[in-house]
T-cell receptor, first 115, second 119 residues
Framework: AQSVTQLGSHVSVSEGALVLLRCNYS??????LFWYVQYPNQGLQLLLK??????LVKGINGFEAEFKKSETSFHLTKPSAHMSDAAEYFC?????????????FGSGTRLQVQP | DAGVIQSPRHEVTEMGQEVTLRCKPI?????LFWYRQTMMRGLELLIY????????DSGMPEDRFSAKMPNASFSTLKIQPSEPRDSAVYFC?????????????????FGQGTRLTVV
C-alpha cells in the first residue's frame, strides 16, 4: 500500500522568502507523485507531478519539486513566496504498474504568507 | 470546458434524512472519483469508477453510503440515513486515461465540492 506524510500542518513564511513544504512517501513500487493546491472554498488544483524522467519537476506559479528516491521525498519549493500563495497544499501518490488509479493524499500543509 | 460540476455547493440536512450529492465529470473523462474531506481525516477516497463501473469502493464508510454512475456524464453519492459525523466536504474528480501510457494522463480534475452539514 502507498502513503504520504506531510511534515508540518502549518508553515508560515514572509513574503519573498523561500517556501519549502515537505512530503515523504512510502510505496513498494515506483510511485507517481503530485502536489495539489486548495484555495479557500475551492477544489484541488494540480501544481505539478512526477511520473517518469527528470526528477526535478516544474509546475505552475513558480513551484517546483524534486523526486529523491534515496530519501523517499518529494518536497515542494518556491524561491520567493507571494501573498497569493497562501493556501493548503496536498502531496499525493499513486503507484505505477498497478490497477489502482486513485490518488492517496497526505494530510495537507497550510501555508501562510506574512507581509 | 466547464470543468467538474458538483451540486449542490452547500447542503444542510437533519439527521436521518437522505442526502444525494451530484457530479458531472468533464466530458470524455472515463475515471470518476468521490473523495471526502474532514479536518480529522483529511482527504479520503470513497469510491471510484472507470467507464461507469465501480472499481474500488473500499473507502465507502458504511452501508449508509452508496454511489452510482448511470452514464458517463453523471454520478451520485447518496447517504441514507445521514448522521452528524457525515458532515464534511465531498469532492468529485475526473480523469481521462491515457491511450498507451497511463502516466500521460494522470491529472485528476476536481470539482468545487459539496459542503454537507448534518444537524
Amino acid at each position: 500500500a502507498q502513503s504520504v506524510t506531510q511534515l508540518g500542518s502549518h508553515v508560515s513564511v514572509s513574503e519573498g522568502a523561500l517556501v519549502l513544504l515537505r512530503c515523504n512517501y512510502s510505496s513498494s513500487v515506483p510511485p507517481y507523485l503530485f502536489w495539489y493546491v486548495q484555495y479557500p472554498n475551492q477544489g484541488l488544483q494540480l501544481l505539478l507531478k512526477y511520473t517518469t524522467g527528470a526528477t526535478l519537476v516544474k509546475g505552475i506559479n513558480g513551484f517546483e519539486a524534486e523526486f529523491k528516491k534515496s530519501e523517499t521525498s518529494f518536497h515542494l519549493t518556491k524561491p520567493s513566496a507571494h501573498m497569493s500563495d497562501a493556501a493548503e497544499y496536498f502531496c499525493a501518490v499513486t503507484l505505477m504498474d498497478t490497477g489502482r488509479r486513485a490518488l492517496t493524499f497526505g494530510s495537507g500543509t497550510r501555508l501562510q504568507v506574512q507581509p | 470546458d466547464a470543468g467538474v460540476i458538483q451540486s449542490p455547493r452547500h447542503e444542510v440536512t437533519e439527521m436521518g434524512q437522505e442526502v444525494t450529492l451530484r457530479c458531472k465529470p468533464i466530458s470524455g473523462h472515463d475515471y470518476l472519483f468521490w473523495y471526502r474531506q474532514t479536518m480529522m481525516r483529511g482527504l479520503e477516497l470513497l469510491i471510484y469508477f472507470n467507464n461507469n463501473v465501480p472499481i474500488d469502493d473500499s473507502g465507502m464508510p458504511e452501508d449508509r453510503f452508496s454511489a452510482k454512475m448511470p452514464n458517463a456524464s453523471f454520478s451520485t453519492l447518496k447517504i441514507q440515513p445521514s448522521e452528524p459525523r457525515d458532515s464534511a466536504v465531498y469532492f468529485c474528480a475526473s480523469r481521462k486515461s491515457g491511450v498507451s501510457n497511463w502516466a500521460l494522463n494522470t491529472e485528476a480534475f476536481f470539482g468545487q465540492g459539496t459542503r454537507l452539514t448534518v444537524v
